[in-house]
């Protein structure tokens, strides 16, 4: 069955410097060309989803700027339904600014730019219009607050599956929280959670998890970068999935939103979180062997071949 996935979240455009190391602070470091590549949180984990065979729309906003209506064009152009997505009057499109080294590992800094002005409303009216259609919400935390505390609270209140990354962990999702949604954090936004809701010192990935499924009620997946991710239930039972080995690293920017993609279009499916976890490691894996967030993000059958080795 095919997953119908409704994402909530940010595009950016990402602009991409390749260079020998990443900066300290004050320093400038100097690459070859500059590379342009879709981006956002949001965007990326919606082209991953419909790589890996999801109905998907989306629900965000651009600026009216070339940046935009590229970013649009880039959407359509995989396949996502983007009537939900706002044109932003006198706003920029969202852009990030990232910095790659030879390992892959990235610096980004963003400028949210038509992200931050998507309104509880304008996410309200989306998911009324999407009434009865998705399986499972993503939404990912680089828009406005209240835009993101309505897509999780209107999802909820109507039923549907919700997937909260909180990618950054901001202080307006801890009332959230109670209300369980499937939280997937990486390592130390697991902490930045843990923190925020009121426990002290850091402990276990294991604890810090089941800590915070005893708050939410359901499960908690947190991603490990290179060792995959670890699901706890929402009785603090934890399960380690390890991923594969990439045949190269080039660019491991987007690999989260990637598992995020893949996890909630598996979930969006009617997979459960075990089965929806192990794919998106797999499709993870696999995309950080091309440059840029999406360029590498793999298709079902490049995800069932991984998985059957
Ligand atoms: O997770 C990677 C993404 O973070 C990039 O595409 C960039 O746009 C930022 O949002």
């Given at each position: 069955?095919r997953g119908?996935?409704l994402?909530?979240?940010a595009l950016n ?9 990443l ?7 100097v690459g070859?060309?500059l ?11 919606a ?13 965000g906003?651009?600026g009216?700027?070339?940046?935009g209506?590229?970013s649009?064009?880039e ?10 997505v706002i ?7 969202g852009?990030a600014?990232?910095?790659v080294?030879p390992?892959?590992e ?5 400028a949210a ?5 998507i ?7 989306a ?12 939404v990912s935390?680089?828009i ?17 599956r ?12 801890v009332d959230?929280?109670?209300l369980?949604p ?9 902490q ?15 604890a ?9 009620g359901a499960?908690v997946v ?8 670890l699901?706890c239930d929402e ?13 190269q ?5 987007g690999?989260?939103d990637?598992f ?8 969006a ?5 075990e089965?929806a ?5 797999a ?14 993000m793999p298709?079902?059958?490049?995800i069932e071949?991984l998985?059957?080795?």
């Amino acid at each position: 069955m095919r997953g119908r996935l409704l994402v909530v979240g940010a595009l950016n455009v990402d602009l991409v410097v390749a260079a020998t190391a990443l900066p300290r602070p004050g320093e400038t470091v100097v690459g070859s060309d500059l590379q342009r590549h879709g981006g956002g949180k949001g965007g990326n984990s919606a082209v991953a989803a419909l790589r890996a065979g999801a109905d998907v729309r989306y629900v965000g906003a651009v600026g009216e700027d070339e940046f935009g209506s590229s970013s649009l064009k880039e959407l359509q152009a995989d396949g996502i339904d983007v009537t939900d997505v706002i044109v932003k009057k006198g706003r920029a499109t969202g852009a990030a600014f990232i910095v790659v080294d030879p390992a892959g590992e990235n610096q980004i800094a963003v400028a949210a730019g038509a992200n931050a002005a998507i309104t509880a409303d304008d996410v309200r009216a989306a998911i009324e219009r999407a009434d009865g259609w998705p399986g499972c919400v993503l939404v990912s935390t680089e828009i406005s607050v209240p835009a993101v505390v309505a897509a999780v609270q209107e999802s909820i209140a109507k039923g549907w599956r919700c997937v909260l990354n909180p990618a950054p962990v901001v202080p307006g999702i801890v009332d959230l929280l109670r209300l369980g949604p499937i939280v997937t954090p990486n390592r130390g936004e697991l902490q930045d959670v843990y923190r925020l809701l009121g426990h002290g010192d850091e402990t276990s990935v294991e604890a810090m998890a089941a800590a915070v499924a005893g708050h939410t009620g359901a499960a908690v997946v947190v991603t490990l970068g290179a060792e995959g991710v670890l699901v706890c239930d929402e009785l603090g039972s934890t399960t380690k999935i390890a991923a594969g080995k990439a045949r190269q690293v080039v660019d491991t920017t987007g690999a989260g939103d990637t598992f995020n993609g893949v996890f909630a279009a598996e979930l969006a499916a009617g997979q459960g979180i075990e089965t929806a976890a192990r794919r998106g490691v797999a499709a993870a894996t696999l995309s950080v062997e091309g440059a840029g967030a999406r360029t590498s993000m793999p298709t079902v059958a490049a995800i069932e071949a991984l998985l059957a080795m």
